[in-house]
């Protein structure tokens, strides 16, 4: 498992802003919209993994701690404490419990943008790791009970004295013959092999609320993988795709499409009536309407994610200019032409334009 360190490209110290930049910035390198190879699409896994663990403060923290020391492990603070102050610290520790709680679960739900507008509810497939019903959790077969282990007579350690040369010391290890849990399980349970949980397909449903984007985790507490012995489920992550849409797109909150208007619609001006992603949307084209104006209808967005509220629909203006016309249309234009003497095309100052936020759109990630 590599560093989550290493992997954001920060040092121990980095304060929670330099490892939301250091996230960002990898983000933008390796998220799949931008980079489909499947070589980014693992490290942005590894990525958004470290970021999870080391934004969060106390993950952070049990982070750096270090792997805690269980039995069969060298070194670790407790074996050099029973070294040194014998048997009295190892007796505290007792025989080690079967039961553990089990994984995370990782889930990826794609959503169509209509989706996202409002949230919408599913019915998702998980597999996982489920409490075995046959033993409910004991790993033993019906009748059966765990026997204690007659080589560490149910403490799940074995003592040793060493000599020293600070004198006589106790060192305690794990009873190789129960693995550390103090008891033996003579019979299996057949159902589950004496783990204490099977893996089993579950339909849950689930509330995707609306305002959800790209790379969004949602946490079900306790929906992930039973843990071994039937301990305390994990807990399952939603992770959110919203699949492309060919019409709307997105920034933050608000929609952005594009309208195309025919010359003489965009001099004259038009109401026309939109199909939005909720219904019908009526719209003023003002006469005079130029390409890259941008109409904005106010509240038919997506419904935030957190607080009230819609953002906006906001509508790029792009005129079509014919391309075809016949000898009559071509008169009429030249006539027109005829009467405006306008200024020649010249150059102006300078505009990004609409199309350009679109593009950038996932920079504000
Ligand atoms: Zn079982
Ligand atoms: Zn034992």
Redesign the pocket.
């Known amino acids: 498992m590599a560093d989550h360190y290493d992997v954001l490209g920060v040092d121990r110290n980095a304060s929670a802003d330099d490892i939301k930049r250091a996230y960002r910035r990898l983000a933008r390198e390796l998220h799949p919209d931008v980079n489909p190879s499947a070589d980014a699409a693992e490290r942005f896994k590894l990525v958004t993994h470290a970021y999870d663990v080391l934004s969060d403060p106390q993950q952070r923290q049990q982070y750096d701690a270090g792997p805690q020391q269980g039995f069969g492990g060298f070194g670790g603070f407790g074996d050099i404490f029973e070294t040194f102050f014998g048997g009295a610290a190892a007796g505290a520790r007792g025989p080690r419990s079967r039961r553990e709680r089990g994984q995370d679960a990782l889930l990826r739900v794609e959503v169509d943008l209509d989706e996202v507008v409002f949230g919408t509810k599913r019915d998702l497939e998980v597999d996982t790791a489920v409490l075995c019903e046959t033993c409910a959790g004991s790993c033993c077969a019906p009748g059966t009970s765990p026997v204690t282990?007659d080589?560490?007579h149910g403490t799940?350690s074995i003592q040793r004295t060493v000599r020293s040369l600070l004198g006589n010391v106790v060192t305690s290890n794990p009873?190789g013959?129960?693995r550390g849990y103090?008891t033996i399980i003579t019979d299996p349970c057949p159902t589950c092999a004496g783990q204490g949980r099977v893996r089993a397909r579950r339909t849950i449903p689930v509330d995707i609320p609306a305002g959800v984007d790209t790379g969004l985790r949602i946490q079900l507490p306790g929906q992930g993988e039973v843990g071994q012995a039937g301990g305390p489920a994990g807990d399952l992550y939603l992770e959110i795709k919203v699949r492309h849409h060919d019409v709307f797109s997105r920034n933050g909150d608000d929609l952005l499409a594009t309208l195309q208007v025919h010359m003489a619609d965009a001099i004259l001006g038009k109401h026309v009536t939109l199909n939005s992603l909720d219904g019908p949307v009526d719209v003023e084209l003002k006469p005079g309407t130029q390409s890259g104006e941008v109409i904005t209808v106010k509240d038919r967005g997506i419904t935030r994610l957190r607080g009230a509220g819609r953002g906006d629909l906001r509508i790029g203006v792009h005129v079509v200019t014919p391309t075809k016309l016949s000898r009559k249309e071509e008169e009429l234009i030249k006539q027109f032409a005829a009467k405006r003497k306008d200024d020649p095309p010249q150059l102006a100052h300078f505009q990004q334009g609409l199309f350009a936020k679109l593009r950038d759109r996932f920079l504000n990630l």
């Open positions: 282990c080589i560490c799940g009873c013959s129960c103090g």
